[in-house]
């Protein structure tokens, strides 16, 4: 079944540009009215200096604050590998409620692990506002909109439709920029491609919207196509690209990409609903497993 997308109510989505993780995060304002969403905001992390920042977040707060907007939902796509979230820095100042896929337990659980955390982490998504499973829906002001479970990246990974307006995630990237690798614990081609025929289901005329560009061939970056541009033009799944096709060429894409530089303070903050771990002190802490990844 083809999920419902109301072309007819067009959301104004201003996107917002973290060079450092080239990471784009959204503020989606209602057609008519004050609500807004925003969707996967940065927090910015010296790996070296081992210091958190928040530019981002800050220039998301105050465009939120400039245009009198009500913020009701900060959603996140997915447990991100490459940008720890601004989420809860952002709820504390201006509210609204956090919300991501209810497989996020799956991850809490892969990488508590990995992480070796203890039995205060919860692996319940608890540290979430709501859980979406498939089909669930939530309202941005007046504006319905729908999570659909979109695995493959993560097990976690949702796009999510606002009106006319598709957000990706990690799912795709620009046509010319293919997909997103399948290789992290919990992640499968297969179930990727399965997907992206999901979001490639959708009118032609949806809008969607990536979480991440790389300029490939040096060409300006770019976040915003159509399901009808990415059906004709993705260079991993345009055309009549098959399934074995697509997982034969992404197990072996996966075995030559480099592991995301901030992938081990990413995975422990945002599995965390965006805080940073603590010791018995109050202290932040970010733990370097060795060999698990």
Not at 2 to 28: A, C, H, M, R, W
Not at 129 to 137: C, H, I, M, N, S
Not at 139 to 166: F, I, K, N, Y
Request: hydrophobic share 35%.
């Amino acid at each position: 079944m083809i999920p419902t997308v109301e072309l007819g109510i067009q959301p104004k989505v201003t996107g917002f540009f973290d060079q450092s993780s080239n990471t784009i995060s959204y503020v989606v304002q209602e057609p008519a009215g004050r609500a807004c969403a925003i969707v996967d905001p940065v927090m910015e992390f010296d790996q070296a200096a081992g210091r958190l920042t928040y530019e981002s977040a800050d220039q998301i707060i105050a465009f939120v604050q400039e245009n009198d907007l009500k913020l009701d939902w900060i959603i996140e796509t997915h447990v991100h590998a490459d940008h720890l979230s601004g989420a809860p820095y952002i709820q504390e100042r201006i509210g609204g409620k956090i919300g991501i896929g209810r497989h996020v337990i799956t991850v809490q659980d892969t990488f508590g692990k990995i992480f070796n955390e203890g039995t205060e982490f919860q692996r319940d998504g608890s540290q979430f506002d709501a859980l979406f499973q498939d089909g669930d829906t939530y309202c941005v002001g007046a504006m319905q909109c729908r999570a659909l479970h979109t695995p493959g990246h993560t097990p976690a990974c949702m796009v999510h439709v606002m009106g006319d307006a598709g957000f990706v995630g990690d799912t795709l990237f620009m046509p010319d920029g293919g997909s997103a690798r399948a290789d992290f614990p919990g992640g499968d081609a297969g179930e990727l491609y399965d997907s992206i025929q999901k979001v490639l289901s959708l009118p032609g005329e949806t809008r969607l919207f990536m979480c991440h560009d790389y300029g490939p061939g040096g060409r300006a970056i770019a976040w915003e196509t159509t399901v009808a541009e990415q059906k004709k033009h993705n260079v991993h799944v345009g055309g009549d690209k098959t399934r074995e096709e697509f997982i034969k060429f992404r197990t072996e894409r996966d075995a030559q990409l480099v592991v995301p530089k901030l992938i081990l303070p990413s995975l422990q903050v945002n599995m965390r609903g965006g805080e940073v771990p603590e010791d018995q002190d109050g202290n932040m802490v970010l733990k370097v497993p060795v060999n698990k990844l």
